[in-house]
T-cell receptor
């Protein structure tokens, strides 16, 4: 079955620590996205990538970093510079750049501070 | 970001029909998408509109007016399992999706 796999499902971060959230897709999609969702809120865009080795900042990129070395993978690192990281993180993908197809979502990673 | 506006919360009765509205800024618009999200879970795709008019998919329908920057999601024959948040998302300039804050729908017996 094709889909998006996010891991881990739950993650705890100590102060001053960087943590990396994994996102892998086997849908052969070109575009991938990272969103943050706070309780009772919609999704806010952190970073997106439309092609391998290229990515763009979203609206709330500060304190986060990404890489896109392979088409299938788009990991997100939450750095120690992100002072309020507690949230639900969602990875999504769409088939092609410049298409208006809906996004597919992973099951999410819930990040908390220890 | 773009302003995607939808009501915060709505309540409806099992078996009834409910309409959830969404308004958005029209400049750069490429498509509007509706997702359902149960608490603690990922959004699941329901429906999308690119052109004006009504799209029907079973108990769910979505309407779009591009000139008015307006859409609605219509849910018919409400069931208890329809209790969830409904997210309106707009694709701008073919590269960014902006989401509303979601409408929490409470279905009561």
């Amino acid at each position: 079955d094709g889909g998006i796999t996010q891991s881990p499902k739950y993650l705890f971060r100590k102060e001053g620590q960087n943590v990396t959230l994994s996102c892998e897709q086997n849908l052969n999609h070109d575009a991938m996205y990272w969103y943050r969702q706070d309780p009772g809120q919609g999704l806010r865009l952190i970073y997106y990538s439309q092609i391998v080795n290229d990515f763009q900042k979203g609206d709330i990129a500060e304190g986060y970093s990404v890489s896109r070395e392979k088409k299938e993978s788009f990991p997100l690192t939450v750095t120690s510079a992100q002072k309020n990281p507690t949230a639900f993180y969602l990875c999504a993908s769409t088939r092609a750049v410049y298409s208006n197809q809906p996004q597919h979502f992973g099951d999410g990673t819930r990040l908390s501070i220890l | 970001g773009q302003n995607i506006d939808q009501p915060t919360e709505m309540t409806a009765t099992e078996g009834a029909i409910v309409q959830i509205n969404c308004t958005y800024q029209t400049s750069g618009f490429n498509g509007l998408f509706w997702y359902q999200q149960h608490a603690g879970e990922a959004p699941t795709f329901l429906s999308y509109n690119v052109l004006d008019g009504l799209e029907e998919k079973g108990r769910f329908s979505s309407f779009l007016s591009r000139s008015k920057g307006y859409s609605y999601l219509l849910l018919k024959e409400l069931q208890m399992k329809d209790s969830a948040s409904y997210l309106c998302a707009v694709l701008y300039n073919f590269n960014k999706f902006y989401f509303g804050s979601g409408t929490k729908l409470n279905v009561k017996p």
